[in-house]
């Protein structure tokens, strides 16, 4: 972390923590552990094979530098984007980028550390200033929850509409009717 942020409540073990920089950009951040060994859980973060369980497919290079396409394909309208691998230092970090069309690039910084003998990700993305995270948290929140799913061989998270009426309300976003 090399920004400086306002103080903020630190992420939940399920709920990210949204927090805002000096400069305005809204930092969303979760924290989630498991008792396997940081390869284990960079296996499923970034296996071919278990990448598309939990969020999508990566077609391309696999190192830093590497450029492909990344298509979450859980999303409702799945459709590739460019990828771009800007940090790879396996099992312990990943920084990924891809173009947003009409929007600032994603980038997306993933850590895993061991902490008292379990593996915690760090999951980081910042967001331009007054950008409204909660659509985002709500989506990464999923996600993660089916990574966890992943990782800990438990049940996925329910599907989208009743993920989204049971968690939106901790995020501020109100059940659709």
Do not use: N
Request: glycine share 10%; proline share 10%.
């Amino acid at each position: 972390m090399t920004d400086q942020q306002t103080p903020a409540a630190a992420p939940t073990d399920r709920r990210g923590a949204v927090s805002t920089l000096p400069d305005g950009r809204q930092r969303l951040e979760f924290r989630r552990s498991w008792p396997d060994g940081p390869d284990e859980v960079w296996a499923a973060l970034t296996g071919p094979d278990r990448l598309p369980r939990w969020i999508g497919t990566y077609e391309g290079e696999r190192a830093p530098g590497g450029r492909g396409s990344f298509t979450m394909t859980h999303e409702s309208e799945p459709a590739s984007e460019e990828v771009t691998i800007v940090e790879c230092d396996p099992p312990c970090r990943l920084v990924v980028e891809w173009v947003q069309a009409g929007a600032e690039a994603w980038r997306v910084e993933l850590d895993l550390t061991v902490e008292s003998g379990r593996t915690t990700l760090h999951f980081v993305q910042v967001f331009p200033a007054g950008t409204d995270v909660s659509d985002f948290a709500l989506g990464w929140h999923w996600y993660l929850d089916k990574f966890d799913a992943e990782v800990g061989g438990r049940p996925p998270p329910a599907e989208w509409d009743a993920f989204l009426a049971a968690t939106g309300p901790d995020y501020g976003r109100a059940p659709e009717a």
